[in-house]
């Protein structure tokens, strides 16, 4: 059995990530209520309910999966409605955070994660670069 380098739960924890840039939902017309809820629901699987260490300390969830399924909705028809710009993360979820931050809180928290993700990868592929980089000198 071939082993995967990242297990496939967490693999699609950050393929989920994408979503929350709704590039599509403009396209959505007729199917506006279910776009990204697969998504969503692997990302509210993994933030969305509390956890235990290997240690067994517990570890509170990060957003309220209740509230989070029904800013989906919210921000889906917002992005719509207004005209965001939808397939740019960073500028959209700043415009939501700026004009919307109280109804959208624990969409927020997970755009912030999947930020949080993205540096420290960017960050671990620096040292991985920078590793390669002496092996060769």
């Not at 939902?25 to 990204?36: A, D, H, W």
């Not at 939808?86 to 931050?101: D, I």
């Not at 809180?105 to 960050?123: D, G, R, V």
Request: glycine share 2%; proline share 2%.
């Amino acid at each position: 059995m071939e082993r995967s380098r990242f297990p496939v739960d967490y693999t699609n924890v950050v393929n989920a990530f994408r979503i929350l840039s709704l590039c599509n939902v403009r396209f959505q017309n007729e199917n506006l209520s279910t776009y990204g809820n697969k998504r969503l629901e692997t990302l509210l699987s993994h933030y969305g309910s509390a956890k235990k260490t290997q240690g067994s300390k517990d570890v509170p969830a990060v957003v309220d999966a209740e509230k989070c399924r029904i800013e989906w909705n919210f921000v889906k028809e917002l992005v719509v409605r207004e005209h965001y710009p939808a397939g740019h993360v960073a500028e959209l979820w700043k415009m939501l955070a700026t004009h919307h931050s109280h109804e959208v809180q624990n969409s927020i928290k997970l755009c912030q994660t999947h930020l949080c993700c993205l540096l420290i990868k960017m960050a671990v592929t620096e040292v991985l670069a920078h590793r390669i980089k002496l092996r060769m000198l």
